[in-house]
């Protein structure tokens, strides 16, 4: 029987991971190539052979998404295999066609197919929509666990912007390990917050691999935490299963693949955002959960937020820098910069992009919707580079930030600046201890 010939088309993430647990083993399935979407200058690079497999010496190439139809012709496709997050049915749907139109299967892979299952309990976090509040959520639950004594040991959705290889297996529990994994702001934005609280945390590449590093390391692991990224469901077969979802954003909850996965295989949702968000979409949000999912535990939330110097914000015309992928894939136009400049009394929010220069001018002509937010993009150090001359060119009396991570230790902000941070603070009940109470008795043995 002739091997069927497949196309991955990805983002440098999940169609790593569906090609490692799917077809890298599979003698009757050739993978021939991967394809790249929304990450800058990943395509032209090859998955390589150490990664791949005894079936695939050459490891296999990567070209961009946008050569998709000739890549189908040139290599006589049977299969496209669709394996990258956070995009509208429309989107999809769209990609889907022109993959028809050339001649090939498309392909969405469940989690039958690309689930791992753990030795230890599993939490995952999910989301409807890029910048929901998973990593809020997360911390939240983290704390909760900790208190009972519990070693978390968190592992992140992939992010391998450089030497795959290198990044196979990588373990984060000191700022300096950033340094160590050459991380983008990206990354860090993900990673320092865990490490700050003191936990330990692992990502990169092969996430079998991750998974048994995880279970063994040596600090203790009593549970994993499935730390997601976009709008993804997890690659390892989770005991609880929680999603945030965003009433910013209400009824993208049912409309944006891979998202409503997350929501209709969640045991517990989280309403976040509560706290500055209109009444009637909150409404339309709990209507659409109760349609998709209605044994699930719904929390409400607020995402609080607290400013390190308010004078730097009151009465100043102020540049808002928030994070990157947020503003651009997940399609937010406020975040908690924002809320922060207009609670503590901005005279003007400054538009940035006037002044954008390079790889972020850029950013904004594919994202022309951002509107008066600055994306702290920085993939590489071109585009380190390009928001540092950004930020610096700005025409404004004070820079807010509003990043998960400490943005002046990456680059050099001479203008006056304060940094937001926002937590998840739960309304009522039920809570995230009561969510997570017959977890934490499974975990400890009860």
């Known amino acids: 029987m002739a091997q069927k010939k497949i196309i991955i088309i990805g983002a440098a993430g999940r169609d790593f991971h569906n090609f490692n647990t799917t077809y890298r083993e599979d003698p009757s399935c050739k993978v021939e190539a991967f394809t790249a979407a929304q990450i ?19 490891g296999i190439p990567i070209y961009p998404q946008e050569e998709l139809e000739n890549l189908i012709k040139d290599l006589d496709a049977d299969e496209c295999v669709f394996s990258y997050s956070d995009l509208p049915y429309n989107a999809v749907m769209s990609l889907s066609a022109r993959v028809n139109a050339a001649g090939a299967a498309f392909t969405l892979l469940g989690h039958k197919n690309t689930m791992l299952k753990s030795t230890k309990p599993v939490i995952a976090i999910g989301a409807s929509r890029t910048g929901c509040g998973k990593s809020q959520t997360s911390c939240r639950v983290m704390e909760i666990l900790m208190k009972q004594g519990l070693k978390v040991i968190a592992i992140r959705h992939p992010m391998p912007y450089g030497d795959l290889e290198a990044q196979k297996v990588q373990r984060f529990a000191a700022l300096e390990d950033l340094q160590k994994h050459k991380c983008t702001i990206e990354e860090m934005e993900e990673y ?14 092969d996430y079998e691999a991750i998974l048994r590093a995880a279970e063994n390391d ?12 976009n709008n993804d469901f997890p690659f390892y077969k989770p005991d609880l299963m929680i999603t945030v979802v965003d009433p910013h954003r209400a009824g ?7 998202g409503e996965v997350t929501l209709r295989i969640a045991d517990a949702v ?28 719904v929390v409400d939330a607020a995402s609080t937020i607290s400013v390190e110097r308010p004078e730097i914000i009151r009465g100043k015309r102020v540049l808002v820098i928030e ?15 924002i809320v922060a400049a207009k609670r503590f009394g901005a005279a003007e929010i400054i538009d940035p992009r006037p ?34 001359e950004t930020i610096e060119r700005t025409d404004c009396d004070s820079v807010v930030i509003a990043t998960p991570i400490d943005l002046k230790r990456i680059v050099n902000i001479s203008k006056p600046s304060t940094r ?22 499974k975990a400890k043995g009860g």
């Not at 009637?280 to 109760?290: C, F, G, M, P, Y």
């Not at 002509?365 to 920085?378: D, S, V």
Request: proline share 7%.
């Open 40 to 58: 800058p200058d990943i395509a032209g690079r090859k998955y390589p052979a150490a990664l791949a497999g005894s079936l695939y010496p050459e």
């Open 192 to 205: 320092e917050p865990h490490i700050i609280r003191g936990n330990v945390i692992y990502a990169g590449v």
């Open 218 to 229: 040596p600090s203790g692991c009593d549970v994993i935490l499935w730390d997601g990224g």
């Open 252 to 258: 993208h909850e049912l409309s944006y693949y891979p």
């Open 270 to 297: 989280v309403i976040n955002k509560i706290d500055s968000a209109d009444f009637n979409d909150i409404l339309v949000l709990r209507s659409n959960i109760e349609k998709a999912n209605p044994k699930a535990v």
């Open 323 to 337: 994070d990157g992928p947020t503003l651009t894939h997940g399609e937010m136009k406020i975040g908690a910069g």
């Open 355 to 388: 002044y954008a220069v390079g790889k972020l001018a850029e950013t904004f002509k594919i994202y022309p919707n951002i509107g008066n937010l600055l994306p702290a993009m920085g993939y590489g150090e071109e585009q380190i580079r390009d928001l540092n």
């Open 420 to 441: 937001v941070a926002y937590s998840l603070q739960e309304i009522g009940h039920p809570d995230m201890e009561d969510v997570l109470e017959g977890f934490i008795k």
